[in-house]
T-cell receptor, first 112, second 113 residues
């Protein structure tokens, strides 16, 4: 079984709709991250969480919000989706004191 | 903020050839990581480097942490078709933001059988 799972894997939505992307992990890691990937731009950090009570903005947080429901769950919401939020979204986890981040399989989002 | 320059952006090679890619930064990094992303999947860690000058191998892959701590390279020897994908470097800087990884924009590798 995958250690970091993301749902859905693919999503098509319309401009103005609210959507939520979910991430779950069985690695027991405290730290979780949400990234966005656009072609040619690498990975950009949206939000990160060091534990359930700690949420921090990343480089490109505008238009996004997150919720850390439990140590194992970190969800990303687009309150009112817009077309330029069409991208690949990745969740990642890491353990305290270790730099390596482990990525989920990604969610491909298309906003029409 | 910290930025990584990864090159080349893309490579088209024949099966069996060796490949080299690198990342440079204007800032010092404490850790360098190399990831590979297969089509439709998330990045997977290939090699982690923790000390300046460190040279580490993982099968046909070899990576080095530059002496200046501002660069790293990844070599792939005797490429095979399954090496196709996007390769990312990532660095973790010094200072208070020790959680944060800065990613390069990736090198797209195509291997012709």
């Amino acid at each position: 079984d995958a250690d970091v799972t993301q749902t859905p894997r693919n999503r098509i939505t319309k401009t103005g709709k609210r959507i939520m992307l979910e991430c779950s992990q069985t690695k027991g890691h405290d730290r979780m991250y949400w990234y966005r990937q656009d072609p040619g731009l690498g990975l950009q950090l949206i939000y990160y969480s060091f534990d359930v009570k700690d949420i921090n903005k990343g480089e490109i947080s505008d238009g996004y919000s997150v919720s850390r429901q439990a140590q194992a769950k970190f969800s990303l919401s687009l309150e009112s989706a817009i077309p330029n939020q069409t991208a690949l979204y990745f969740c990642a986890t890491s353990q305290v004191g270790q730099e390596t981040q482990y990525f989920g399989p990604g969610t491909r989002l298309l906003v029409l | 903020g910290q930025q990584l320059n990864q090159s080349p952006q893309s490579m088209f090679i024949q099966e069996g050839e060796d490949v080299s890619m690198n990342c440079t930064s204007s800032s010092i990094f404490n850790t360098w990581l190399w990831y590979k992303q297969d089509p439709g999947e998330g990045p997977v860690l290939l090699i982690a480097l923790y000390k300046a000058g460190e040279l580490t191998s993982n099968g046909r892959l070899t990576a080095q942490f530059g002496i200046t701590r501002k660069d790293s390279f990844l070599n792939i020897s005797a490429s095979i078709p399954s090496d196709v994908g996007i390769y990312f470097c990532a660095g973790q800087g010094s200072g208070g933001s020790n959680y944060k990884l800065t990613f390069g924009k990736g090198t797209l590798l195509t291997v012709n059988p």
